[in-house]
């Protein structure tokens, strides 16, 4: 028996789906006791201490959230109605993609952090510059040591050379387009905000998924220093389909001039025009709502 270790669960959706499928769950349990500190067992523990003469025994109140417990159950429970699609190779057919209710894909995975992304596109000249400058760190303290004892002509060469280590540091670092990266961290935060976007290869398939961050158990600062973002661990996205490559739009509707509510919808297409280039899934690629992301153990 395979032992999964969760990384995410949206449990939001889990007991909503769950409380259909089984017609109501418990979504926690509240439970209090006299316990002793040293022996806690509490997930999770709000309170405080009681007045007592016995310094290591407290009155708590433990407030209990099992979601992996209800998560495993009602992965269990769609498996077993065989609503479960599991994306293996890459030829299977778009219909069966949209219409199946839940898809299991099991792949290695690449990992886009945008708030960390535009952190660092805006960011780039400055830790660029600092990068580049550490590696060029002791040619440069090399050549300032030899223009102390030198004569006036050999610190101009000096001098020169340390300049054309620093310039070729701006031209690594892009300092010439700190505008260019400015305005790129724009774009990426209107796209994308601070969402995470993982995408799994199953042959000429690319599933992609978005993730609310709030819903992982570690951070994703730990978790790229545990996986890399483009890990050689294999995990497991269960979801659902929500787009697949498009194969042609639509003619375009005339809506006319002079309605304020056809003038509103008009705008609404030409933001859908600007918002394809950011999230409309490319040939090959389809797009999951995840529901629970872990490894098998």
């Known amino acids: 028996m395979s032992l999964k270790n969760i990384i995410y669960i949206d449990y939001e959706k889990v007991y909503s789906?769950?409380?259909?499928?089984?017609?109501?769950?418990?979504?926690?349990?509240?439970?209090?006791?006299?316990?002793n500190l040293t022996n806690s067992e509490a997930v999770e523990v709000k309170g405080h201490s009681?007045?007592?003469?016995?310094?290591?025994?407290?009155?708590?109140l433990t407030v209990i959230n099992p979601h992996d417990f209800h998560y495993l159950k009602f992965e269990k429970e769609i498996e077993s109605q065989g609503q479960v699609l599991s994306i293996d190779k890459d030829d299977i057919s778009l219909e069966s993609l949209l219409n199946s209710r839940f898809v299991k894909i099991k792949a290695k995975i690449n990992l886009i952090d945008y708030s960390?992304?535009?952190?660092?596109t805006k960011n780039y000249n400055k830790i660029g510059y600092?990068?580049?400058?550490?590696?060029?760190?002791?040619?440069?303290?090399?050549?300032?040591?030899?223009?102390?004892?030198?004569?006036?002509?050999?610190?101009?060469?000096?001098?020169?050379?340390?300049?054309?280590?620093?310039?070729?540091?701006?031209?690594?670092?892009?300092?010439?387009?700190?505008?260019?990266l400015g305005y790129l961290s724009e774009i990426?935060?209107?796209?994308?905000?601070?969402?995470?976007?993982?995408?799994?290869?199953?042959?000429?398939?690319?599933?992609t998924s978005f993730?609310?961050?709030?819903?992982?158990?570690?951070?994703?600062?730990?978790?790229?220093?545990?996986?890399?973002?483009?890990?050689?661990?294999?995990?497991?996205?269960?979801?659902?389909?929500?787009?697949?490559?498009?194969?042609?739009?639509?003619?375009?509707?005339?809506?006319?001039?002079?309605?304020?509510?056809?003038?509103?919808?008009k705008m609404s297409d030409a933001l859908y025009d600007i918002e394809s280039s950011f999230c409309t899934p490319l040939p090959g690629e389809i797009f999951i709502e995840p529901i629970a992301l872990y490894t098998e153990i």
């Open 116 to 120: 960390r992304l535009k952190f660092t």
């Open 130 to 180: 600092a990068i580049n400058y550490i590696s060029h760190n002791d040619d440069i303290l090399e050549l300032e040591e030899l223009a102390k004892g030198a004569n006036p002509a050999q610190k101009k060469k000096l001098n020169d050379a340390k300049a054309l280590i620093i310039e070729k540091i701006k031209e690594n670092s892009m300092h010439n387009q700190k505008e260019f």
């Open 211 to 265: 993730f609310f961050k709030e819903f992982f158990k570690l951070p994703l600062e730990m978790f790229i220093k545990r996986y890399s973002r483009k890990t050689i661990k294999e995990f497991t996205i269960v979801g659902t389909v929500t787009q697949v490559t498009r194969r042609g739009e639509e003619d375009e509707e005339d809506y006319g001039h002079g309605n304020m509510r056809l003038t509103a919808r």
């Open 17 to 35: 789906l769950s409380a259909q499928l089984f017609e109501g769950l418990v979504h926690s349990a509240t439970q209090q006791k006299e316990i």
């Open 188 to 207: 990426f935060d209107y796209a994308y905000g601070d969402d995470v976007e993982i995408t799994q290869q199953i042959g000429k398939i690319s599933a």
């Open 50 to 60: 009681s007045s007592s003469n016995e310094a290591d025994r407290k009155s708590l």
